[in-house]
Every structure is written in C-alpha cells, then in structure tokens.
C-alpha cells in the first residue's frame, strides 16, 4: 500500500515558479514508477510527467516540455516537480500517481495503483 500527499500548489503570476513535492508512505517507493497528471475545471485529466523507479528515464507532455522537471529522492520517498516559466493554461489541480508499469500513459483509460488527493496551482496573467 502506497499513501501520496502533495504540497506546494499556489497562487503565481505568469513567469513564476512552483515546485510541487509528492511524499510517499510505505517501504515500497523505489519500486513505483512516478507520474504528475492535472486538470484543469471542466477538462479531461491530462498527463504531465512520468519517471521510472530509479529516476533514470522521464518524458514529458509536449505543453510542458522545456518547462518542468521532474525528479525524485527515493531516500526520501518523494517526488518532485520544478515548474518553471509558468502559463495561465497551467492552471489546474496537480496530482501524482504510482504505478508499477512505465508507460500507456497515453491510454485515456488506463489505471494507475494509487493518486494522490491533489493540489492546486492557480497562474495568474
């Protein structure tokens, strides 16, 4: 069982940074691969980021390509998000997820083994 709480969602203006952390329970993190999906209000869930167990391999979503990163500490049991250069069209509630399978995050359908309950960035213009 893997419990995930994120933090450091806010209030920015256009240009700013965020970086978002996502805090794992459980022995098991280094074993699951990572994701940040959003949503914005009255839009699909849309994938961010993903990082495989030993934080070797990421992909990004094309809107954030160049922008954010994402890492991890498994000392730690977390990961996180550096959000730069932030857009109002990055508004929207953040959530990471865990999953044992690195990959199919393109599958509108496709499950993940545990979320996170989410927190909201708001980018002001």
């Known amino acids: 069982q893997v419990q995930l709480v994120e933090s450091g969602g806010g209030l920015v203006q256009a240009g700013d940074s965020l970086r978002l952390s996502c805090a794992a329970s459980g022995r098991t993190f280094s074993s699951v691969v990572m994701y940040w999906f959003r949503q914005a209000p009255g839009k699909e869930r849309e994938f961010v980021a993903v990082?495989?167990?030993?934080?070797?391999?990421?992909s990004y979503a094309d809107s954030v390509k160049g922008r954010f990163a994402i890492s991890r500490d498994n000392a730690k049991n977390t990961v996180y998000l550096q959000m730069n250069s932030l857009k109002p069209e990055d508004t929207a509630v953040y959530y990471c997820?865990?999953?044992?399978?690195?990959?199919?995050?393109?599958?509108?359908?496709?499950?993940?083994?545990?979320w996170g309950q989410g927190t909201q960035v708001t980018v002001s213009s």
């Open positions: 990082i495989s167990r030993g934080g070797g391999s990421t």
């Open positions: 997820a865990a999953d044992r399978v690195y990959g199919s995050w393109w599958l509108p359908n496709r499950s993940y083994d545990y």
